[in-house]
């Protein structure tokens, strides 16, 4: 899939280094993949929201990241919009989908 979103990746990175390794994979494998539907991206990742379509929330355990996108599957881009600190780092209730197995 096409990838927007490396000024945001290196704004995030410049201010938390620790997460680069995991932050890098993530987008490696955004760029690598080739997902077709929601579904099909569902079954690549365990925690993923794809309630709200074209809006996909990721919740990169145990690293506590939130990575949110617009997907557009149709003509395969993904729009980073934020990388933040997920829903367990700042104690707001975990859905079905973000917690662990």
Known sequence: MRFVGQTEVAAFLAGSPAYD??????????????WDSATALAA????????????????????ALRIRTLIDFRIGVV???????????????????????
Do not use: C
């Open 21 to 34: 390794s995991t932050v890098k994979a993530w987008v490696a494998e955004m760029k690598s993949g080739q």
């Open 79 to 101: 729009m980073l919009l934020a990388i933040d600190l997920s829903a367990a780092r700042h104690r707001i209730q975990t859905q079905p989908w973000n917690r662990a197995s």
């Open 44 to 63: 690549d990742f365990q925690h993923v929201d794809v309630s709200a379509l074209p809006w996909v929330a990721f919740y990169l355990l145990p690293s």
